[in-house]
């Protein structure tokens, strides 16, 4: 049941910043289609954030360090556009246009995410 939550906050974050930002798309037919589709890109981007990230963060230790942890907004940042080459690949309507959306939009998707996660609590 939490990764059906935690997926379910993770569209809605994505929806908040695709709602927000210009460079972040998500297209559809209908609000079904879309939010289906949010729901798919947030599996995706759990996805990449589980598999892909705790490599990237043990090879980079030494650059979390040194940057005292911000090169963390730039990894989020491309594993961001990194779900959206993937959703573009299996033809999924979700798109960010470059580095900067999805900058922004990782930092409003981590934000939005917290402040849900607030609210809902942790079985943990």
Do not use: Q
Not at 66 to 93: F, Q, R
Not at 97 to 124: E, H, K, M, R, T
């Amino acid at each position: 049941m939490s990764i059906l939550i935690k997926t379910g906050i993770t569209a809605v974050a994505l929806a908040v910043a695709a709602l927000v930002l210009d460079g972040i798309t998500v297209t559809g037919d209908d609000t079904g289609r879309r939010a289906l589709t949010l729901v798919a890109v947030a599996v995706i981007f759990g996805l990449v954030n589980a598999i892909i990230k705790p490599i990237i963060k043990t090879l980079g230790c030494a650059f979390y360090v040194l940057t005292l942890g911000l090169i963390g907004l730039v990894v989020n940042a491309l594993l961001l556009l990194l779900t959206s080459k993937i959703a573009t690949e299996i033809d999924l309507p979700f798109h960010v246009a470059g580095f900067w959306a999805a900058f922004w939009g990782a930092i409003i998707v981590g934000v939005v995410g917290w402040l849900l996660n607030l609210f809902v609590g942790d079985d943990d």
